[in-house]
């Protein structure tokens, strides 16, 4: 759009510059130009003078005035002026009828606003959320689930075709112990009314046993290799534990609108071990060690991969490397995320390498989309007093419950079922701006006053501004369709001229977003398109003025509707209800 157009062409004429002189410039992606906040700094304003003063030992004023003497040579159209600011940083001037003219081109793309092609439809997988079969899913899952659904839509939006996949834990020894448990104390009622809360206190139940008697361990073993050899008790006993589970997980994803291709785990690959376990050993990739099966992965200074026990359990790892193998294979896709907490570095570190190992030519961009903690408002782990991480379900619950207080609050009058229906919109929009408004190695703190926060950096804050708009459109709608044209050019406020410049970055914010694996980028943009929105709502009459010029009106009006449009895609990509009143 506008800022990209006018960055090439100010970039073509610095390269030059750079070429003659022999200066190395950032590339294209890094070179930065920021849009002015203040009219007397021009439209947009570039630092690049620093990077090269930096390189090549000069002042930055004198590097910022070779730069300007070339591009006033081959001066863009769009550019009235370029000054040389304090300092060394180089300001731009636009003719105004290049900004105003870019809205009307928004306005007449309004469906393909923000969307673009460059993903031509590549497969693109995303591995998120992935709870624990017969384990309440925490405040963990919270962050995998909606950053990964946020990196869903935003791959989309670049024309890529996203596959949402929720790689279960359903796999592994604790199910050997889980059915161990069951068969010693378990009770089918229980399990029936409560499933996860019943399996959950089974386990642990075991593992305390196990610490006054520890042939149990034993016992959870053989129970496992049972389950592993196809044991029809044991088969059966894990195939209801697992439905019974994803049916509480469903609740959930179904309050957070989430919505998954596949619910494919571990436990899928199993078939596939043998033969994987076979190869390496075949192609002397993995060597035995204690009665062990391990791939040493010292010359690329990580710890050796452990893919067999010696009691021939298979591992996480193995059952991972069966699940890209399928991948590759099924999807050949042009990237795979993993949306997995910091905590598992080091294993996708060896998953990765090995991977390069034993699919050389694979082009498959593989990524370990980290993310951080969550902490209290006393900055200290999101937890129960036991020290447990506090469930998902309970998140939920204690935000609807906060939201409905502060919608009472603020609306008495309403009844209690549009109360309690605003209430779950707000606390769940609200839960997930709080992940992503930050980035997402940042560690987050739930502070519950100001996640709800009308006047903060909130998802309430977004929301209310939106309504805020609708109420004046709907207002308009007469205005709306008087006979009379559009006249852009009588859009020259300051704050309109902003608003359109900010508009314009809409795609390419989409853009970054996405290919930073950083959804924060968005989140801010959305936040500083609200801050001048509602500046402007103050400030400059919209239908108060009662020398009412209709066709600057009407131009107004096009603004707020496309203001709209990008809240709308923006509040869709993050995962945010749009409401009309608040």
């Known amino acids: 759009m506008l800022k990209q157009d006018i960055k090439k062409q100010i970039y073509q004429s610095f390269k030059k ?157 604790q199910f050997g112990r889980l059915i161990a448990a069951y068969k010693l104390w378990g009770n089918k009622k229980e399990v029936e009314k409560q499933p996860i809360d019943a399996l959950l206190k089974l386990y642990r139940k075991f593992h305390e046993e196990m610490k006054n008697n520890p042939e149990l361990e034993k016992f959870g073993q053989q129970e496992f290799k049972k389950l592993e050899e196809g044991n029809k008790e044991n088969r059966n006993l894990w195939r209801w534990f697992r439905e019974e589970s994803l049916k509480e997980f469903q609740k959930i994803y179904d309050l957070l609108g989430i919505k998954f291709d596949l619910f494919i785990g571990e436990s899928f690959f199993e078939k596939d071990l043998a033969s994987l376990i076979r190869s390496l050993e075949e192609k002397k990739i993995a060597q035995k060690s204690e009665g062990a099966l391990i791939i040493p992965l010292e010359k690329y200074n990580l710890p050796p991969a452990l893919i067999q026990k010696s009691d021939e359990a298979s591992l996480y790892l193995t059952r991972d490397l069966a699940l890209i193998q399928y991948r590759f294979k099924k999807y050949n896709p042009a990237k795979i995320l993993y949306v997995v907490g910091n905590e598992q570095d080091i294993h996708f570190k060896q998953v990765f390498t090995l991977a390069k190992i034993l699919f050389p030519k694979q082009k498959t961009e593989l990524v370990h989309i980290k993310f951080g903690l969550v902490l209290s408002d006393q900055k200290k782990k999101f937890s129960t007093r036991e020290g447990e991480l506090i469930s998902l379900e309970e998140v939920i619950d204690q935000a609807i419950r906060k939201s409905l207080a502060v919608i009472k609050d603020k609306n008495p009058h309403w009844s209690l079922a549009k109360q309690k229906k605003l209430a779950q919109a707000i606390a769940i929009s609200a839960l997930k701006f709080n992940n992503l408004k930050s980035f997402r190695t940042l560690d987050i703190i739930f502070d519950w006053e100001k996640i709800l926060d009308f006047s903060g950096d909130t998802s309430v804050y977004l929301q209310y501004t939106y309504a805020r708009i609708n109420k004046i459109l709907a207002k308009a709608k007469k205005i709306k369709n008087k006979n009379s044209k559009i ?83 923006g509040f869709k990509i993050l995962g945010i209800q749009p409401l009309k009143e608040i």
């Not at 950032?26 to 021009?42: I, N, R």
Request: glycine share 4%; with cysteine; net charge positive.
């Open 17 to 173: 510059t750079a070429q003659k002189n022999k200066w190395t410039l950032p590339c294209f992606e890094e070179f930065p130009l920021e849009t002015s906040l203040d009219e007397q700094f021009g439209d947009y304003s570039t630092t690049i003078a620093f990077s090269v003063a930096k390189e090549i030992k000069k002042s930055p004023v004198e590097i910022a005035e070779i730069l300007i003497k070339e591009i006033k040579r081959h001066l863009p159209k769009q550019i009235t002026r370029v000054e040389l600011a304090k300092n060394g940083f180089i300001n731009f001037y636009l003719d105004k009828k290049f900004i105003q003219k870019e809205l009307q081109k928004i306005s007449q793309n309004k469906s393909s606003f923000g969307f673009s092609k460059i993903g031509k439809k590549k497969n693109i997988i995303i591995d998120y959320s992935s709870p624990n079969i017969a384990k309440p899913m925490h405040i963990g899952h919270l962050r995998s689930t909606i950053i990964g659904e946020a990196l869903a839509n935003l791959y989309e939006c670049l024309g890529y075709k996203v596959i949402r996949w929720n790689y279960l834990g359903d796999w592994g020894t």
């Open 487 to 569: 006249n852009y050019k009588e859009l020259t406020h300051p704050l309109e001229i902003q608003l359109i410049k900010k508009l314009s970055e809409f795609p390419e914010i989409i853009k970054f977003s996405a290919l930073k694996y950083a959804p924060n980028y968005l989140a801010t943009f959305l936040l500083s398109l609200a801050d001048l929105t509602n500046k402007y709502y103050e400030l400059v009459p919209i239908l108060k003025d009662k020398s009412l010029n209709l066709n600057r009106t009407k131009a107004q009006l096009v603004l707020l509707e496309c203001i709209t449009e990008a809240m709308q895609k």
